[in-house]
C-alpha cells in the first residue's frame, strides 16, 4: 500500500476493531451519505469569487454542507444565501469532500471488509474516471486545474483518488486500472507542468505526483520526487531550523500535513531520506504548541486565519501521528488537553472535512472517536497515562520569534517577540511586532488575514495592522528579515533583542524585559537622516487626560499602506510632551501601558478593521520624529498601584515598597531591585553574534544600463520568449506578439506598442471584477507600463477606449506622481496600436517596464502577457497590475 508496509495489515484490522474501534464506526457513520444512495458529482467547473462562499452581509465564511449544493448558511447571522457564485464555490469543497469518502470506504473496505464501503469507492472512482476529461483546464487563479481554480486544490483531490485507487486495488483491480488512464495521467502531466519551487502548494503537488508515481510502479520518477530536488528541498529549506515552516503557524501546519504524505510513502516504499532531514520533519509535530496562545489557539501570524483553536479533531489527528512517531511527551500532553472532559462538547465538523483543505470548527471535546482515517491507519493502539505540561517560554530561531510565559492570578500571560523571518510571500511586514495576552483576554492582537479576494487584504498586510514600528508612515519591506541580538530566560525574568533595518536609512532595535507581574520593552532607532517613527499601539483603552481633535488622516499619512482604511482620525490636543498613559480592562483583567520617549510625542486615535468579518475597532499611533531615538513602554497587568518614571538610561518601576531600576548597557540589560530589606542586582545577557549592520536591501549585482539616443528609435520585438502564459502556452495562444519603439524627444518619452494579440477585448463601462481583489482592466486587452527615474516615477495600466481614440490610463498604486501627456491608440488588421508619451523631466537616467495583456472573448481573466523584460517560463497568476522593479530595463540617456 502507499500509506502502509502490506505486512502491518493484519495488525491495523486488529487494532481497527480492538481499540479503534469506535473510531473506525465513527468513520463509517461519516459516511452516510455515499452509502445510503446515488451522490451528486458536479459537472461544472469550481469557481472563485469574492462573493462565493462568504455571507454577503459581513464576509464570514459560509458553513459548507455536502447536501446543500444550491443553499448556503451563514454561521453568524443564519442568513440564507443563493446563486452562481455561492454555489460554483460549493463545488471547490464538495470534491474534496467527496474524493475523502472513497478513501474513508476504501481504508474500511481493506480493514473491516465492508462490502458496501467497497461498492461506494468503487462507484466514486469510476464516475470521476468518466468525467474527469469533461472539466475545462481554463480561467484559473493559481495554476492549471480541471475541477478546480488552483493546482495544488487538485494536487489534494488526485492524491486522495490514488489512495483510494491503491487502497481498492485487490478488491477491483479494474478499477485501479481505469483511474490511471483516465485521470491519474492526464492530472500529473498538469501538475507537473507548474512548479511553484518552496511554496507550500508544491508541497501538495509533490505528494499527488508521488502516489502518482508509485501507484504506476515508476520508481524513477517515485525517487526523483522524494529526492533532493523535490521532497528533500522542502524538508531542507522549507523547514527551518526550529522544525516550522517558513510561511508561519498556519502553513506549518498545511504544508505538515503534505510532508507527511511525501515522508510516509517515501518510508513505505523504501526510498531513503536523510535522517537530519526527518528529524526537522519530527521537530515539526511539536511546532504548533510551542507558540500556542493561552486559550490554546494558535497566532494569527502572517497569513493566518483568525483564533484557530487547537481543539479540532484535525489537530488531535496531528498529534496522534506525530506521537506514534516521535513519542514526544509534549505531544501526549496536548492530546491530554484536548480529551479533558472538562470542556464542552459538540459538533467536530469531521463530517464536513474536505481532505486536507482546512475548515476551521468551533473548539469542543474529543475523543479519539474523532480522529481523522490516517489515525485508523497509524495511530497507536493506546495512549500513556500523562497530564498536560505547563507551556514554558520559548524562542524560535528558525521561524524568528520569541514567547514569554509567565503565571498571574491562575492564568498564563502571554508575551512575544516577532523578530526574524519574513515568511515569503504569505509574510507580513510586521518584523518586531509585539502581541500580549492574558488568559483569554487579548491585549495587543494580530489578526492574521481574511479572504485573498478581497480588497482589506491590502489592511492586513500592512504595518499599521500590526503592533511594529513604520519609517515616515511607510511599510516595512516585506521580505526582509530581523535578528535576534539577545536572549536569556531565568527564573526572576528574562529579555529578549530584535533588530531590524527598517528602510534604507533607519535601523530600528526593540527589546522586552518580562517579569511576572509587568514588562518593559524598548524601542530604539539611528538613521541617516530625520525620519519619523510610528509605531501603531492596537489596544483598546482609554488615554489618561487627553482632549481629541479631529485630523485628516490623508493629510497626516497619505492613502497608502493600510491608511486607506481608517475610518476616522483624531490627534490628542493638548502636548503629551514626552509620556502617555493607557488604562484597559476587559473580561476581568486590566493593562496599564505607561509610554515615554526621549523625543516630544504625537498621539493619534485611529479607527480601522480588527480582525477578519468584524467591526472597525480604535487603536493609537504614537509619531516621534529624529535622526534617532528611543520610546519605552510598561506594560502592567497586575492591577496594582504602581508608579512608572523614565530618564534618558533608566526606567524606575515600583509597586508597593518595592523598587525596580532597569537600564540597558552595551553587554547585557540590568535590574536593580530594592525594598525596605532587600537589595538586588540581575543581569540578563544572552549575546548572539551580531550581524553586520546593512540598511540597504540589495538584490545581488546591480542592474545593466544601457545607452539611448536622443531622436533615435529603438524598436523591441516580444516574441515566444516573452511570453508569459496561463494554460495555455504561446503557440496554443495563437502567437501573439507585440513591438515596442521607444524614442527620447526633448524631456519625453515616446513609446509605440503594437500589439497583434487578434481581436480586441474592451472593458465595458462600469465594469467591476467580481472574482478577486484586482482591478478589471487587467483581464482584457491593454498594457502596463512602469518607469522610474532617479527623482520620481509612475505606473499605469492603460486600455484602448471603445468609440474614442483616447485609452483610458488608470494609475498604479506606489510607483510616484509623473503624469501621462498623452495615450493614444487606434485598431489595427491584428490587433492595436498605442502611442504614449510620458514626462522625464530632464532626468538622463531611466527605467522602464512594460507588459502587453492579451485575452480571448470568453474568458474571465486574461489569457497571458508579454513582458519586455522576457517571460522566463513564468505564468501570469496572481501577477495583477504589480511588476517587481527588479525587472526593469534600465536606460542612460546620452546627446
Known amino acids: 500500500m502507499l500509506l502502509l508496509d502490506d505486512g502491518l495489515a493484519e495488525s491495523r ?9 469506535p473510531l473506525a464506526s465513527s468513520l463509517l457513520a461519516d459516511l452516510s451519505p455515499v452509502l445510503e444512495g446515488d451522490f451528486h458529482l458536479p459537472t461544472k467547473k469550481a469557481l472563485l469569487s469574492r462573493v462565493g462562499g462568504r455571507c454577503e452581509k459581513d464576509g464570514t465564511p459560509l458553513t459548507f454542507d455536502p ?25 471547490y469543497p464538495y470534491q474534496l469532500w467527496l474524493a475523502e469518502r472513497a478513501v474513508q470506504a476504501a481504508l474500511l473496505t481493506v480493514l473491516r471488509d465492508n462490502p458496501e464501503c467497497a461498492r461506494a469507492a468503487k462507484a466514486i472512482l469510476e464516475r470521476y474516471s468518466h468525467q474527469y476529461l469533461q472539466y475545462p483546464n481554463r480561467d484559473n487563479v493559481l495554476g492549471p486545474t480541471r475541477l478546480f481554480f488552483s493546482t495544488y486544490l487538485e494536487s489534494i483531490w488526485l492524491l486522495q483518488i490514488c489512495i483510494a485507487a491503491d487502497l481498492l486495488s485487490e478488491t477491483y483491480p479494474a478499477t485501479k486500472d481505469l483511474v490511471i488512464d483516465s485521470i491519474v495521467q492526464p492530472s500529473v502531466e498538469l501538475i507537473a507542468s507548474y512548479n511553484e519551487q518552496l511554496s507550500n502548494r508544491q508541497v501538495w503537488n509533490n505528494a499527488a505526483m508521488l502516489a502518482a508515481a508509485l501507484l504506476t510502479r515508476d520508481t524513477e520518477t517515485a525517487a526523483t520526487i522524494a529526492g533532493p530536488g523535490g521532497l528533500g528541498a522542502h524538508l531542507e529549506h522549507g523547514l527551518l531550523a526550529d522544525g516550522t515552516w517558513y510561511e508561519g503557524e498556519n502553513y506549518h501546519q498545511f504544508a505538515h500535513r503534505g510532508l507527511w504524505y511525501c515522508v510516509t510513502m517515501s518510508e513505505t516504499a523504501g526510498i531513503p531520506i536523510d535522517r537530519r532531514l526527518t528529524t526537522k520533519f519530527d521537530d515539526g509535530f511539536v511546532a504548533p504548541l510551542r507558540t500556542a496562545l493561552p486559550d490554546f489557539t494558535l497566532p494569527s501570524r502572517k497569513d493566518s486565519q483568525y483564533r484557530v483553536s487547537l481543539r479540532q479533531w484535525r489537530f488531535a489527528d496531528f498529534f496522534e501521528l506525530g506521537w506514534t512517531r516521535t513519542g514526544d511527551q509534549r505531544l501526549a500532553g496536548a492530546l491530554s488537553t484536548l480529551y479533558a472532559p472538562d470542556f464542552p462538547s459538540g459538533d467536530t465538523g469531521r463530517a464536513r472535512s474536505t481532505a486536507d483543505v482546512e475548515n476551521n470548527e468551533a473548539p469542543v471535546l474529543l475523543s479519539r472517536a474523532d480522529l481523522g482515517w490516517r489515525s485508523l491507519l497509524h495511530a497507536a493502539p493506546d495512549l500513556p497515562a500523562t497530564h498536560a505540561s505547563h507551556n514554558a517560554t520559548e524562542s524560535l530561531v528558525g521561524q524568528g520569534i ?5 503565571k498571574y492570578d491562575d492564568d498564563e500571560v502571554y508575551l512575544a517577540l516577532d523578530w526574524g523571518q519574513s515568511g515569503g510571500g504569505h509574510g507580513h ?9 492574558h488568559g483569554a483576554k487579548r491585549w495587543l492582537d494580530d489578526y492574521g488575514t481574511g479572504s485573498y479576494v478581497d480588497p482589506s487584504l491590502r489592511w492586513y498586510r500592512s504595518t499599521l495592522a500590526h503592533n511594529a514600528p513604520m519609517i515616515n508612515g511607510r511599510s516595512q519591506p516585506l521580505l526582509a528579515n530581523g535578528d535576534l541580538l539577545a536572549f536569556e530566560e531565568t527564573d526572576d525574568m528574562g529579555w529578549a533583542l530584535g533588530s531590524f533595518d527598517a528602510n534604507d536609512t533607519a535601523h530600528v532595535e526593540r527589546s522586552i524585559v518580562v517579569t511576572n507581574n509587568y514588562a518593559l520593552e524598548e524601542l530604539r532607532w539611528t538613521a541617516d537622516e530625520q525620519v519619523r517613527l510610528e509605531l501603531p499601539v492596537h489596544l483598546e483603552g482609554d488615554l489618561v487626560a487627553g482632549d481629541w481633535q479631529d485630523a485628516n488622516c490623508a493629510e497626516e499619512f497619505g492613502t497608502d499602506d493600510g491608511f486607506e482604511f481608517v475610518q476616522q482620525c483624531m490627534v490628542l490636543e493638548n502636548d503629551p510632551g514626552n509620556m502617555l498613559t493607557i488604562d484597559a480592562s476587559g473580561d476581568g483583567k486590566v493593562m496599564k501601558a505607561t509610554i515615554w520617549s526621549n523625543r516630544a510625542l504625537i498621539c493619534y486615535r485611529l479607527v480601522g478593521p480588527s480582525q477578519p468579518a468584524q467591526h472597525l475597532k480604535p487603536f493609537f499611533l504614537i509619531r516621534a520624529a529624529g535622526a534617532g531615538g528611543t520610546i519605552r513602554t510598561v506594560w502592567d497587568w497586575s492591577g496594582e498601584r504602581s ?23 552595551a553587554e547585557h540589560w540590568e535590574m536593580e531591585k530594592r525594598s525596605s530589606n532587600h537589595e538586588e542586582r540581575i543581569e540578563l545577557r544572552g549575546w548572539r553574534e551580531r550581524p553586520p549592520v546593512s540598511r540597504r536591501q540589495t538584490d545581488g549585482s546591480p542592474p545593466q544600463v544601457r545607452s539611448v539616443q536622443k531622436h533615435v528609435e529603438y524598436d523591441f520585438d516580444l516574441l515566444e520568449k516573452h511570453y508569459v502564459r496561463s494554460e495555455a502556452t504561446w503557440e496554443a495562444a495563437g502567437r501573439p506578439s507585440a513591438s515596442v519603439r521607444m524614442r527620447i524627444s526633448g524631456d519625453t518619452l515616446n513609446l509605440r506598442i503594437t500589439a497583434n494579440t487578434g481581436e480586441i477585448v474592451f472593458l465595458p463601462n462600469n465594469a467591476k471584477n467580481p472574482f478577486d481583489n484586482e482591478s478589471p482592466d ?8 512602469y518607469v522610474r527615474t532617479q527623482a520620481t516615477g509612475g505606473a499605469w495600466t492603460i486600455i484602448p477606449r471603445k468609440h474614442s481614440t483616447q485609452a483610458h490610463a488608470r494609475r498604479v498604486p506606489g510607483w510616484g506622481d509623473v503624469g501621462l501627456l498623452s495615450a493614444i491608440w487606434e485598431p489595427t488588421a491584428l490587433g492595436f496600436e498605442l502611442d504614449i508619451a510620458i514626462p522625464l523631466i530632464g532626468q538622463d537616467l531611466f527605467a522602464l517596464g512594460l507588459l502587453v495583456n492579451e485575452t480571448i472573448q470568453g474568458r474571465q481573466r486574461r489569457r497571458g502577457q508579454l513582458a519586455l523584460s522576457g ?8 501577477k495583477g497590475d504589480r511588476l517587481d522593479p527588479r525587472r526593469l530595463l534600465h536606460f542612460r540617456v546620452i546627446d
Open 67 to 91: 447536501q446543500s449544493p444550491s443553499s448556503h448558511v451563514c454561521p453568524r447571522c443564519n442568513h440564507l444565501h443563493r446563486g452562481e457564485f455561492h454555489d460554483r464555490w460549493w463545488i
Open 402 to 406: 520569541t514567547v514569554f510565559r509567565r
Open 643 to 665: 508608579d512608572v518614571s523614565f530618564s534618558e538610561d533608566n526606567t524606575s518601576i515600583s509597586h508597593g515598597s518595592t523598587v525596580a531600576l532597569h537600564r540597558r548597557k
Open 871 to 878: 517571460g522566463r517560463g513564468e505564468f501570469v497568476y496572481l
Open 429 to 437: 511586514p510586521d518584523r518586531l511586532n509585539i502581541t500580549l495576552s
Open 778 to 785: 487587467i483581464n482584457v486587452d491593454g498594457v502596463q507600463v
Open 13 to 21: 484490522k486488529v487494532i481497527s476493531a480492538d481499540s479503534l474501534a
